[in-house]
C-alpha cells in the first residue's frame, strides 16, 4: 500500500515537471516570435519610406503629397528606432566614410564642391545642384579599386541611425544618376546621410547601423559617374529635416574634417 502511494506521488510530481517545462517552453517561443515581429516592423516601416523614396526619385509623385507622407513616415520610423534600442550618436562619433582616406581626399578646394544651388529634395532624379561633397580614391584605371592596395575601398557610416532606402540594381544603360546608393536616417540629428555610385550594397532595408560600418564598396555606378571623365568616387550628401520635416541640404565639410578615421 505504501508502495503505491509512492508511486502515485512521485508521478504527481514529474507530470508537474513536464507542464512547467512545456509552459517555459511556450513562454521562451513567444519570446523570439515577439523578437522577430519586433524586428520586422521596423523593416516594415523603412520598406514603406522606401517606396515612397523611389516615388519622389522618379518624379511620380507630387511635392505636397510626398512631404506630407514624410511627416507621416519619419516620426514612425524614429519611435521604432529607439524602441529597438538605437542610439544617438552625437558629431563626436562621427567617422570619415571611406577607409583609409581623410579629409585630403574630398573634392574641390576647402570644400568648394559643395554646390547646393537650386536643389530640391522633391525634383528627385532631375535635381538641380550638387548639394555633396565628392570624396575620391586612388583609381587610375578606374576598375573601382584603390590602386595601392588593389582592393575595394569600403563606403564606412559617417553616422548611426538606420537605412531607409536603398538602390541595389544598375546598369549602364540607366538614367539614374546615384546609381547604387543608401540612404541613411539618423533620428538624433534628425538627417538623411545619401552614398551614391557605389558598386555593391552590404546593408539592407531597416537594419540598425553605427558609426564607421561598413555600408558599401565605392564604385562608378550612376549615369555620369560610369563615364570615363568622371574619376572614381564616393558621392556623400547631408539633408537636414526642418521643423515642417522639409528635408534641407546641409554642408558637412567641417563635419568631414573632424570626423575619426
Known sequence: MNNLILITFLFFIISCNENEVK?????????????????SKLVELCQNYQRLSNLIRDNKIKSNLALKEIQIQI????????????????????????????????????????????????????????????????????????????????????????VIAIENNWDSSSQLRGGKYIWIFDPCSNSLFYYAHNSKIMVSCGQIILPGQTIAKVGRSGLNAFK?????????????????FYPRPIDTYKELLKAKK
Open 228 to 244: 570615363k571623365r568622371s574619376p572614381s568616387h564616393l558621392h556623400f550628401t547631408k539633408l537636414k529635416l526642418d521643423d515642417n
Open 75 to 162: 516620426p514612425k520610423i524614429k519611435q521604432e528606432y529607439y524602441r529597438q534600442g538605437g542610439k544617438d550618436w552625437k558629431e563626436n562619433t562621427f567617422v570619415f566614410p571611406l577607409q583609409g582616406y581623410n579629409f585630403s581626399a574630398i573634392g574641390g578646394k576647402n570644400g568648394s564642391g559643395y554646390l547646393p544651388n537650386k536643389y530640391d529634395f522633391f525634383d528627385g532624379n532631375k535635381h538641380l545642384g550638387h548639394p555633396a561633397h565628392d570624396i575620391f580614391i586612388n583609381d587610375k584605371d578606374q576598375d573601382s579599386k584603390d590602386d595601392n592596395t588593389n582592393e575595394y575601398v569600403n563606403v564606412l557610416s559617417f553616422s548611426g541611425g538606420v
Open 23 to 39: 509552459k517555459t517552453e511556450v513562454k521562451e517561443t513567444s519570446l523570439i516570435i515577439s523578437k522577430v515581429n519586433d524586428s
